[in-house]
């Protein structure tokens, strides 16, 4: 589903049919975060740009809100990790550097017996 700003994000979700008035981020779902997202959020979020940059089913998003000057600059910040390998992956756009090395490539092919 499309955010605020037109990006396309998997955890946005929004109900405007028949009087609903709802929206929802679901990857703050559960976290003490939660109750304090606000749609005007998706505008700093980096999440559509690392999901966009990589599928990787493994690849686990955790954000949670910053807040600057008492609350009146607010922005997402997202950590990422690695459900294979259970390592932290600090540039979540590349992936996992530990499983996205053993991924077999074309240039990695094992050499034909005779
Ligand atoms: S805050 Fe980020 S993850 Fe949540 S709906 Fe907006 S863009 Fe998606």
Redesign the pocket.
Known sequence: MK?PIG?E?K??YADFHRGHNTQI?R??EGSQDAPF?QPN??QT?P??DILRANAAETLKLE?TIIRKFWGFKQY?KVEAWCSQCFTVVADPMRGCPNCSRAQPSIFHLPEQQE
């Open positions: 955010t990006k994000c955890y946005y981020c990857l703050f997202w959020l998706c979020c999440v559509p954000a997402v």
